[in-house]
């Protein structure tokens, strides 16, 4: 079975442009959430969406957008890139149940120039 | 804003030595989770402690939850190389999916 995919795995942009980053879960995980991990820290929640419908999002201004697809896949969208935007966005798929175990990808590593 | 403060931040020790790492928080959490991430991926996923005072066991390594659910320890007995990482601990809210990720431990292993 795969895992989480993203692409691309690397992009390179420059200030004011926009980005789309796409994630596709695992088989069966109908809840996909993204991750900004600037270097040396940990993930910061920007989104989490399940079954198209956002369900929740971190503290990040509205030049950040996502959204979900039928098939589960999403997208997130970067506008007027800034240089401290650099960074890894990882998505993560959402197996569910009792502890909501999130599986993660290999990320798409963003930089800014 | 809840936060995860994980300690130490740098840890450097000899294969075969023990060691633990911290994460606590002044707030509660319904889980925690322990990730480890090598540079250029995403963080796999190690275990998952739901009840307060938890103890779980991955071979050489331990997680342990807090009474309260406020903190969290990971120890690994007789360190390898194969554990040199960057070792995250991320607390789920009640009827939040968001996971809440501490600032991480880079461990290196030395041969």
């Known amino acids: 079975d795969a895992g989480v995919t993203q692409s691309p795995t690397h992009l390179i942009k420059t200030r004011g442009q926009h980005v789309t980053l796409r994630c596709s879960p695992i088989?069966?995980?109908?809840?996909v959430s993204w991750y900004q991990q600037v270097l040396g820290q940990g993930p910061q929640f920007i989104f989490q969406y399940y079954e198209k419908e956002e369900r929740g999002r971190g503290n990040f201004p509205d030049r950040f957008s996502a959204r979900q697809f039928p098939n589960y896949s999403s997208e997130l969208n970067v506008n007027a890139l800034l240089l401290g935007d650099s960074a890894l966005y990882l998505c993560a798929s959402l197996k569910g149940g009792e502890a909501n175990e999130q599986f993660f990808g290999p990320g798409t590593r963003l930089t800014v120039l | 804003t809840q936060l995860l403060e994980q300690s130490p931040q740098f840890l450097s020790i000899q294969e075969g030595e023990n060691l633990t790492v911290y994460c606590n928080s002044s707030s509660v959490f319904s889980s925690l989770q322990w990730y480890r991430q090598e540079p250029g991926e995403g963080p796999v996923l190690l275990v998952t402690v739901v009840t307060g005072g938890e103890v779980k066991k991955l071979k050489r390594l331990t997680f342990q939850f807090g009474d309260a659910r406020k903190d969290s320890s990971l120890h690994i007995t007789a360190a390898q190389t194969g554990d040199t990482g960057l070792y995250l601990c991320a607390g789920e809210n009640f009827g939040n999916e968001k996971l809440t990720f501490g600032t991480g431990t880079r461990l290196t292993i030395i041969p």
């Open positions: 088989s069966g995980h109908k809840s």
